[in-house]
């Protein structure tokens, strides 16, 4: 009796520990009282909850619009130092505020599941500030990475491709027929889809490069456009796939290879599960299915919910975004809903 009474605790310690976890990784931080209910309803339940809320019906969003910021107008070449200091502390005040909006979303959301994978998505398709220096481009992409951070990868991936802070970021408003840049094409293949050295030659980024010119970012705005005078519409050939590719037509090539998913599954892991690979094996399966539908949810719960996930207890070490944030939520300590 006392044998079977320890057996058990046990098994309540470990579900108690895997379901700490889950929240952890699906959010910012873990209270008693939250794992508590998520042992009480079981996993599979908290998660299809948390993947299909409304946040448009969170309360704790609710004194959070996004915020709107003034255009910046560039400066003549003539303009004086002190002008163009005063014009950089202005863009640097704006990309704070952002940032601080951001930050104010993850602590404040009751269900922070959009916002922990709009942080999973901004890691993987890295775009810096540093150099985009617009505000209002850095909110549409994140914006964008918001709306799409449960949905479909592949259109997730294209909009990525024709995203303004994205063509900033890596010069894709630079490239023109007869003189493509190759920023956008090689970042996207060797570090958002496929990998590095993952069966692509110098050719395919080269032809990749043809078909995603025409794009430039709108002046003043957050919007990108396509000019068809800009772009390469002769026969391009980008693993395999031959024709006259534009965006589109770039980005299925990319995603048909068997690799891409592996390579996505991978980098997801690497984030939400543990800083240890995947087995092969699982990696394998994970891909598969994801490739048959690139539906983001549904890799998410078989990742998370998976033996693997449970076995990689205490093996992924967070960024400390994630573990402030945590901590804030934990300690319920209250933020301004607007910026100081």
């Known amino acids: 009796m006392r044998q079977g009474t320890s057996t058990g605790q046990r098994q309540q310690?470990?579900?108690?520990?895997?379901?700490?976890?889950?929240?952890?990784?699906?959010?910012?931080?873990?209270?008693?009282?939250?794992v508590d209910a998520v042992v009480s309803s079981g996993r599979a339940a908290f998660l299809s909850a948390a993947l299909s809320s409304d946040q448009s019906a969170d309360k704790g969003l609710a004194p959070l619009p996004a915020p709107t910021f003034p255009q910046v107008p560039p400066l003549g070449k003539t303009a004086h130092t002190a002008a163009r200091k005063n014009r950089q502390g202005r863009?640097?005040?704006?990309?704070?505020?952002?940032?601080?909006w951001w930050l104010r979303r993850m602590v404040q959301a009751d269900q922070p599941v959009v916002e922990k994978l709009t942080f999973l998505w901004h890691n993987h398709f890295a775009t810096a500030a540093s150099k985009v220096r617009d505000a209002t481009?850095?909110?549409?992409?994140?914006?964008?990475?918001?709306?799409?951070?449960?949905g479909n990868f592949r259109a997730l991936a294209l909009a990525m491709l024709t995203d303004p802070a994205m063509l900033v970021w890596l010069d894709g408003q630079k490239n023109l027929a007869g003189a493509p840049n190759?920023?956008?094409?090689?970042?996207?293949?060797?570090?958002?889809?496929l990998g590095h050295g993952n069966g692509y030659t110098e050719q395919d980024v080269r032809d990749g490069a043809r078909a995603l010119t025409g794009w430039t970012v709108a002046r003043g705005g957050a919007s990108a456009r396509f000019v068809a005078a800009r772009h390469d519409s002769g026969s391009k050939t980008v693993l395999g796939v031959t024709g006259n590719l534009d965006e589109t037509g770039y980005c299925d090539a990319v995603l048909a290879q068997p690799a891409t998913a592996e390579h996505v599954v991978t980098r997801l892991w690497g984030q939400m599960g543990s800083d240890q690979p995947l087995p092969a094996a699982s990696i394998t399966t994970l891909a598969d299915a994801f490739r048959s539908t690139w539906d983001i949810s549904a890799l998410l719960t078989s990742m998370v919910l998976s033996s693997d996930f449970v076995a990689a207890q205490g093996e992924l070490v967070i960024g400390p975004v994630e573990w402030l944030v945590g901590a804030l939520r934990a300690l319920q300590v209250p933020s301004p809903t607007t910026p100081s």
Do not use: K
């Not at 700490?20 to 873990?30: E, I, K, S």
């Not at 863009?91 to 601080?100: A, E, F, P």
């Not at 190759?182 to 570090?191: K, M």
């Open 182 to 193: 190759e920023n956008l094409s090689r970042e996207f293949i060797e570090l958002f889809t």
């Open 13 to 34: 310690d470990r579900d108690w520990l895997s379901a700490a976890r889950l929240v952890r990784r699906a959010g910012f931080g873990a209270t008693g009282t939250q």
């Open 137 to 150: 481009l850095m909110l549409a992409q994140n914006q964008t990475l918001r709306g799409q951070a449960r």
């Open 91 to 100: 863009i640097t005040d704006q990309l704070r505020q952002l940032s601080g």
